[in-house]
């Protein structure tokens, strides 16, 4: 199985800031990476796939970079909407794998 | 607008069964490969099964391997998730989920497993 490690598992920052969070693959996976924004109670939302391909409809504060084994999330000007928990996630090969999330808080 | 709707959580005793139905709407639901994610209470999010367009082809997690089985039909537009001999650890909320990238979700089921 391919596991997928996230980091950090937290982070805080202040309004405006921009924060990076980087997600590492156990084995090769291509592109093949999705990165997802969960608020409290609420269904996960995909932001990026492709590992840099911004979904439809997603503000371009938000991008992602990588191939391989190593990815990273990168959220400029942030804003209090943004503070929220990330999640990447392989589509490599089965099993699918997420990581652990990276809860983002306000400084 | 994409819209997935699940239905049919609740809850269960340890050993019993339970079947979840995501129902789809806004798009071509026969072209699309479709997942059941879940999350468990304060935890992050478990990949459970997967299934491709004509549904003959399946994968799962390994803990749920022989004891759920995900199907789909498309002239009603709708996948399912049939979870038998559930257990404790089997309390989620489970999400459908739209394509390989996973680009749509559905608002999420919750099961509760419990005596």
């Known amino acids: 199985d391919i596991q997928m490690t996230q980091s950090p598992s937290s982070l805080s920052a202040s309004v405006g800031d921009r924060v990076t969070i980087t997600c590492r693959a156990s084995?090769?996976?291509?592109?093949?990476l999705v990165w997802f924004q969960q608020k409290p109670g609420k269904a996960p939302k995909s932001l990026i796939y492709a590992a840099s391909s911004l979904q439809s409809g997603v503000p371009s504060k938000f991008s992602g970079s990588g191939s391989g084994t190593d990815f990273s999330l990168t959220i400029s000007n942030l804003q209090p909407e943004d503070f929220a928990t990330y999640y990447c996630q392989q589509y490599s090969s089965y099993p699918l794998t997420f990581g652990g999330g990276t809860k983002v808080e306000i400084k | 607008e994409v819209q997935l709707v699940e239905s049919g959580g609740d809850l269960v005793q340890p050993g019993g069964s339970l079947r979840l139905s995501c129902a789809a709407s806004?798009?071509?639901?026969?072209?699309?490969?479709m997942t059941w994610v879940r999350q468990a209470p304060g935890k992050g999010l478990e990949w459970v099964a997967t299934?491709?367009?004509?549904?003959?082809?399946?994968h799962y997690v390994d803990s749920v391997k022989g004891r759920f089985t995900i199907s789909r039909d498309n002239a009603k537009k709708s996948v399912y998730l049939q979870m038998n001999s559930l257990r404790a650890e089997d309390t989620a909320v489970y999400y459908c989920v739209r394509g390989m990238a996973f680009e749509y979700w559905g608002q999420g089921s919750l099961v509760t497993v419990s005596s």
């Open positions: 299934l491709n367009r004509d549904g003959s082809e399946k």
């Open positions: 084995q090769g996976i291509n592109n093949y």
């Open positions: 806004g798009f071509s639901f026969s072209n699309y490969w």
